[in-house]
């Protein structure tokens, strides 16, 4: 395996570059600036080829097999278990579930706790910035179990108000599941604060990392959360893996997800018994082609550094805010300083739908919509945004090719 350019800040974006074979890629016959990041992150060719090579000498089901290569996958199966309790800095392998994405591993909670936890007169705590995926599941988990529901505003900067999550919370409070870094604003949320506040009261607190485990360093016994979920395919690996992590004595209390092979302990015809963790949560055939290729994405953040990833996004994001602002009738939503490489925009008389398009024509990736952010989005009066979202292999000239065909759009509507 090539191993990426070492940890150092400022970041060798073109040594990056080398490695993700996508940004080469001409894009309606311009040179592609991919700036969806937040959709879904390219992969590098180690994660491509530890996935082919897993498919060329290493494939075969895991946990059943006496046969070498059964051996072998399991290995590399379990091998980045491990690697993910590290990266995160779990107690325990088995408190790490695979899951296929962090809705999944909304949906296993937020599921496991409406059946086993919640009761009606209790109380759930999210947040208005949540993503779709934080909101539907435990909006489904209160209505199945008859607790109730309540959002912590957002201030206009596009901060939670801290102070309204404090006085939401009471002895009714049993989850807090809210987003640790908004895929709409990039605001960073203070996890630490809002999970010692739900621990004086008894809460557990979930959180959503799909846009902080790409991003930022995550170290979930520092802070200290119940449960965190992210997504591979955000964060350099492929589709069809992310992570659960949880803490034992939770994953203990909760009921499986889905039930079937590889999860149980006995089974007669009338009743069955559950394996141990981490085989409780995870029936069936997984996606072991991109548990296998996950390693290798984790590897690379590794080598390069999360801490010399924010550095190199916070200064791209900065960089951007201040060039955006040359473009008349531009503004950008979500303007605290404290936000990962998220650019929200929207331009007075153009449809983000018409940004993103014709920032298309430029070879410009964005991305228009809600962002699966609906009650965010109606928050501020809007039904959209054009979210331009950066990563380790974006650039100062990238930013300059936005803003450039920012400017094309600012021509074509005035
Ligand atoms: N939460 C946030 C903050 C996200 O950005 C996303 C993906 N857009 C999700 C959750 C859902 O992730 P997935 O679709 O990979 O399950």
């Not at 916070?314 to 998220?342: C, D, F, M, Q, W």
């Not at 380790?392 to 300059?400: C, G, K």
């Amino acid at each position: 395996m090539t191993s990426p350019s070492s940890a150092i800040a400022p970041l060798d974006t073109a040594r990056i570059r080398a490695d993700f074979p996508i940004l080469g890629t001409l894009a309606r016959g311009k040179p592609l600036v991919y700036l969806d990041n937040a959709g879904s992150s390219q992969k590098p060719r180690q994660v491509i080829e530890a996935i082919t090579r897993y498919y060329e000498s290493e494939n075969a089901n895991i946990h059943r097999g006496v046969h070498y290569l059964s051996e072998r996958a399991s290995e590399l199966y379990e091998g980045t278990r491990e690697g993910a309790r590290r990266f995160f800095n779990a107690r325990r392998a088995h408190e790490i579930i695979f899951t296929r994405g962090t809705t999944e591993g909304m949906n296993l909670v937020g599921a496991g706790f409406a059946q086993a936890i919640l009761k009606p007169g209790d109380e759930v705590i999210v947040s208005t910035m949540d993503h779709h995926s934080v909101i539907v599941p435990w909006q489904q988990a209160c209505i199945r179990s008859g607790a109730k529901i309540v959002a912590v505003p957002v201030t206009p900067e596009g901060e939670l108000d801290i102070e309204a999550y404090v006085r939401l919370l009471n002895e009714r409070t049993k989850m807090v599941a809210l987003t640790w870094v908004s895929n709409a604003l990039g605001t960073i949320n203070p996890v630490r604060r809002i999970i010692e506040e739900a621990h004086a009261r008894g809460a557990a607190v979930m959180l959503d990392g799909a846009q902080a485990a790409p991003h930022l360093a995550v170290d979930v016994q520092a802070v200290d959360c119940d449960f965190f979920v992210c997504s591979g395919h955000k964060m350099l690996g492929p589709t069809g893996v992310g992570v659960l992590y949880g803490k034992e004595t939770w994953l203990d209390r909760l009921p499986p997800y889905q039930t079937g092979g590889g999860m149980i302990d006995m089974v007669t015809i009338e009743q069955s018994t559950w394996a141990r963790l981490p085989a409780k949560f995870e029936a069936g055939t997984p996606d072991i082609a991109a548990v296998v290729g996950f390693q290798a994405a984790l590897d690379y953040l590794e080598a390069v550094g999360l801490d010399a990833v924010a550095a190199h996004e916070h200064e791209l994001v900065s960089y951007a805010t201040e060039r955006v602002a040359e473009v008349p009738g531009l503004r950008v939503i979500g303007t605290t300083p404290n936000k990962a490489g998220v650019l929200s925009l929207v331009m007075e008389g153009a449809h983000p739908h018409d940004i993103g398009t014709i920032l298309d024509q430029e070879g410009v990736a964005v991305r228009a919509g809600h962002h699966c952010c609906q009650p965010l989005m109606r928050h501020y009066g809007l039904s959209s945004t054009a979210r331009a979202s950066f990563y380790l292999y974006n650039t100062r000239e990238e930013v300059d090719v936005l803003v450039g065909a920012l400017h094309k759009v600012r021509e074509i509507f005035s």
